[in-house]
């Protein structure tokens, strides 16, 4: 009798075979980059299904990697892309916030005059592709949004989470955060 591997066993998978790869224009690995939003979202005490979205947000970067033939580019509609494969598993308090990150960047550079200078040179790029600034009808719209606010505070910590060399916790402290989550969705546990 074979048993299903379990989501949390199946991203830990795609961060150790793919998450070393440097982060499109970043001077830190797709992993590093995973683990420094995930730990910022946990110092500000983000409930835990928050922490496990910064933890994810970029997972379609990875699965774009594992496409045929890869994309290693980078994928402007990544949010989709991870977010469609999150709900397999995880509850839209983790799936939503990823699903919506791209939708915060285009709505912060809207609102914010100053901050697309925040942004790095690759996700300038891929603001345009990604819809670019959101009309005043588009950000009521993702302002009404169920999980706005928790995808502005991800969006956040994605922009600070690009720091060489930081030490933070590993993938192995966040697996007990993922599996209460999915165990909470199964009723398992």
């Not at 592709?129 to 956040?156: K, N, S």
């Amino acid at each position: 009798m074979t048993h299903p591997i379990s989501p949390v066993d199946e991203v830990l998978d795609l961060f150790g075979r793919l998450g070393s790869a440097l982060f499109l224009d970043q001077p830190v690995s797709q992993t590093e980059h995973a683990l420094q939003t995930a730990w910022l979202a946990e110092q500000a005490c983000a409930p835990p299904a928050l922490v496990a979205a910064a933890l994810l947000h970029d997972l379609g970067h990875l699965l774009a990697a594992t496409a045929e033939p890869p994309n290693t580019g980078g994928d402007p509609d990544h949010a989709r892309t991870g977010a469609a494969w999150l709900a397999g598993g995880f509850p839209p308090s983790v799936v939503e916030p990823v699903r919506l990150h791209v939708e915060a960047k285009r709505y912060l550079c809207t609102v914010e005059p100053g901050y697309p200078a925040h942004l790095t040179s690759a996700s300038q790029l891929s603001l345009t592709p990604q819809g670019g600034l959101m009309t005043p009808t588009e950000a009521a719209a993702f302002l009404a949004t169920a999980y706005a606010a928790d995808a502005l505070m991800l969006r956040r910590w994605d922009e600070m989470a690009r720091v060489p060399s930081l030490a933070t916790p590993s993938l192995a402290h966040f697996r007990p955060c993922l599996e209460a989550i999915i165990n909470s969705q199964t009723g398992a546990g």
